[in-house]
């Protein structure tokens, strides 16, 4: 089993950064392919990010695309998620989860998730 914990959510004003965290327990951290997911008050959770759990290929949604950046650490059992040029519609509880095998862009894949962090961009 794998515990993940988010960190690094908060309060930035529009065109600015933050960069969340996301620590994973379990020794087995490398074997799982990570993603990063977002879900704003009265939407569904959505895709934001993804990558493989070795060769460290990456893949985003449309909407973040050239702005936000995932990455991941083995060593550390940590997945990243750099975000820039924050707008007010990027508002939402972030989460990260973990995938063995899936679309990767759907939740149904994801076998493990954090508890989630707020995101919120004010205008």
């Known amino acids: 089993q794998v515990q993940m914990v988010e960190s690094g959510g908060g309060l930035v004003q529009a065109g600015g950064s933050l960069r969340l965290s996301c620590a994973a327990s379990g020794r087995i951290f490398s074997t799982y392919d990570m993603g990063w997911f977002r879900q704003a008050p009265g939407k569904e959770r959505e895709f934001v990010a993804f990558?493989?759990?070795?060769?460290?290929?990456?893949y985003y949604a449309d909407s973040v695309k050239g702005r936000f950046t995932i990455s991941r650490d083995n060593t550390e059992n940590t997945v990243y998620l750099q975000m820039n040029s924050l707008k007010p519609d990027d508002t939402a509880v972030y989460y990260c989860a973990a995938s063995r095998a899936g679309p990767i862009m759907r939740d149904v894949a994801y076998d493990y998730w954090g508890q989630g962090t707020q995101v919120t961009v004010s205008s």
């Open positions: 990558i493989r759990r070795r060769i460290g290929s990456t």
